[in-house]
């Protein structure tokens, strides 16, 4: 049994969402630090910085990252606030259109990020 299986599922997804935004966080501080210190200043810099694998690999990261925050983030708010409690009959058609469309955006924003990161 891991450490992840003995927390409750809100537990766990507290911290997949704190985790994402991390690697998000830590991954836009580096893209910044290449920024500021003016060693891409160019498209042919930045092209080159973006051939590397590891940069590579890093942003698909990003966007790994990126897709499950927005996934469990808009699952929070539409839990909350798109119910029949709230929303009268609505409320439950309402929950699984946005739910249908922040599935679609999320995939599209990864297919894309794939085609132009390979």
Same mark, same amino acid.
């Given at each position: 049994?891991?450490?992840?299986?003995?927390?409750?599922?809100?537990?766990?997804?507290?911290?997949?969402?704190?985790?994402?935004?991390?690697?998000?966080?830590?991954?836009?501080?580096?893209?910044?630090?290449?920024?500021?210190?003016?060693?891409?200043?160019?498209?042919?810099?930045?092209?080159?910085?973006?051939?590397?694998?590891?940069?590579?690999?890093?942003?698909?990261?990003?966007?790994?990252?990126? +897709? !499950?925050?927005?996934?469990?983030? @808009? $699952? =929070? %708010?539409?839990?909350?606030?798109?119910?029949?409690?709230?929303?009268?009959?609505?409320?439950?058609?309402?929950?699984?259109?946005?739910?249908?469309?922040?599935? +679609? !955006?999320?995939?599209?924003?990864? @297919? $894309? =990020? %794939?085609?132009?990161?390979?």
């Amino acid at each position: 049994m891991t450490a992840m299986s003995k927390l409750g599922t809100g537990t766990r997804d507290f911290l997949i969402v704190r985790i994402c935004a991390l690697l998000m966080l830590l991954y836009s501080l580096y893209l910044l630090g290449y920024l500021i210190t003016g060693e891409i200043n160019n498209f042919a810099k930045w092209n080159s910085f973006f051939e590397s694998s590891l940069n590579k690999v890093l942003s698909l990261i990003f966007f790994a990252a990126f +897709a !499950v925050h927005t996934w469990f983030g @808009t $699952w =929070a %708010i539409a839990s909350d606030y798109l119910t029949p409690k709230i929303m009268g009959n609505f409320g439950s058609f309402a929950y699984i259109i946005f739910r249908v469309l922040v599935a +679609a !955006v999320i995939a599209l924003v990864l @297919t $894309w =990020a %794939i085609l132009i990161i390979f």
